[in-house]
C-alpha cells in the first residue's frame, strides 16, 4: 500500500487565500494559483474517505500533458508544473459557465434523449438515435458552475440574456471549445480512443480568456475504445468505457448513490489499490505512455519544496 496524500495544509510567503475543492488544494497568490492535486476522489458529489495512491499524479500528468499539445491552439493559465502533483499558473478570473461538449449521445444526454427529450441546452438533438451514436456533429451543452450542489443546464440563450457571460466573450469560449474537442479526438484517435464528451472552464487574466483547469483527464471526460465501437453500436452492447465510471458502478452494486440515509461502502486496501491500478492503467491508455510512479516516501516535504523553489525564483 502506497502512501497517498488526502489533503494539504501549507503556509507559503505571499499567499492571500486558500481554497479546498473536491480533488484539488489550491493555494492563491495576487496573480497566481499553486494547485496541489491530491489523491481524493468524490462520486455522485460526494469526496470518499480514502484516498487513492497516484490518483492525483495521474490527473495532474494527464492535464499538463493535454494543456501544454493544446497550447498553439488555445492560450492556457499554466506557467509551471514543478511537482508531478503541482501545477502553476495565472490567477484568473472564471467565467460562471462549464463549456461541455458532446460528440455522441451518451451520459446525461442519453438520459435525457430516453426521457423523451429532443433538446438539451437549446440544442436540438435529431430524432432516431440510439445510445452512444454520434451526433451529425458535436453539440456545446453549457452548465452554470454551481458554488455549492449540482451544476445545471443552461442554453446558450439563457447565458447572455442573464449577462454570465458577455455575447463577444461567449463567441470565443464556443469557437476554443470546438477546436479544444477536435484536436483531444485527434489525440484519442491515435490512441485507439473515441473521445466522447468533455467540459472545458475558461477565465480571464487581464483581457485575455484563457483556458484553465484540468482538460481530458478522466475525471472531466468521457472515453469509448475504438476497437468493438461498431460491432457493439450494431449488436446494442454497452460500449467499452475509459473513465471513472467504473467507480460509480462499484457504488452502486454497493447501494450507494450519494442519496440521504446511504454509506459508503467499506474502502479495504483490496479496493483502494484496484482503483489505484485502474488509474495507472488509465494514464497509460490516455497518454500512449508508460505511468512512472513519483517518489511517495515522504510526499507533503517533497510537494512543499517543489512550491518553495518555484516561489524563490
Excluded at 502553476?88 to 446525461?108: D, N, Q, S
Excluded at 481530458?216 to 453500436?233: C, K, L, V
Amino acid at each position: 500500500m502506497s502512501k497517498a496524500i488526502k489533503e494539504t495544509h501549507f503556509t507559503f510567503p505571499g499567499q492571500v487565500g486558500f481554497y479546498k475543492g473536491k480533488v484539488r488544494d489550491v493555494y492563491i497568490f495576487e496573480e497566481e494559483l499553486v494547485v496541489v492535486a491530491s489523491d481524493r476522489i468524490s462520486a455522485f458529489d460526494v469526496v470518499l474517505p480514502r484516498p487513492i495512491p497516484f490518483k492525483g499524479q495521474v490527473l495532474n500528468q494527464i492535464a499538463a500533458g493535454f494543456l501544454k499539445a493544446t497550447a498553439d491552439i488555445v492560450p492556457n493559465w499554466v506557467t509551471s508544473t514543478p511537482d508531478p502533483n503541482v501545477t502553476i499558473g495565472k490567477r484568473c478570473e472564471p467565467f460562471k459557465v462549464e463549456m461541455v461538449i458532446r460528440g455522441y449521445l451518451a451520459g446525461h444526454a442519453a438520459r435525457e434523449y430516453k426521457a423523451g427529450k429532443r433538446v438539451l441546452c437549446g440544442v436540438a438533438m435529431p430524432e432516431g438515435l440510439r445510445e452512444n451514436d454520434p451526433f451529425p456533429e458535436p453539440i456545446i451543452t453549457p452548465t452554470t458552475k454551481a458554488a455549492e450542489g449540482h451544476d445545471e443546464d443552461i442554453s446558450r440563450e439563457d447565458i447572455l440574456a442573464k449577462g454570465i457571460v458577455s455575447e463577444s466573450d461567449y463567441v470565443v469560449l464556443e469557437k476554443y471549445t470546438r477546436a479544444l474537442f477536435k484536436k483531444g479526438q485527434e489525440m484519442a484517435r491515435e490512441k485507439g480512443l473515441i473521445l466522447v464528451d468533455t467540459k472545458y472552464e475558461f477565465g480571464k487574466f487581464g483581457d485575455q480568456i484563457l483556458l484553465i483547469d484540468e482538460i481530458h483527464t478522466p475525471d472531466s471526460s468521457r472515453y469509448f475504445y475504438a476497437e468493438g465501437y461498431e460491432e457493439n453500436q450494431e449488436k446494442g452492447l454497452p460500449q467499452k468505457q475509459l473513465s471513472k465510471e467504473f467507480v460509480r458502478q462499484w457504488l452502486i452494486a454497493n447501494g450507494f448513490q450519494g442519496k440521504e440515509g446511504q454509506s459508503v461502502p467499506e474502502m479495504t486496501d483490496e479496493i483502494v489499490d484496484g482503483i489505484s491500478d485502474r488509474y495507472i492503467e488509465l494514464f497509460e491508455n490516455i497518454m500512449g505512455e508508460k505511468f512512472v510512479k513519483a517518489e511517495t516516501s515522504d510526499i507533503q516535504s517533497r510537494i512543499e519544496k517543489a512550491i518553495l523553489a518555484h516561489l524563490a525564483k
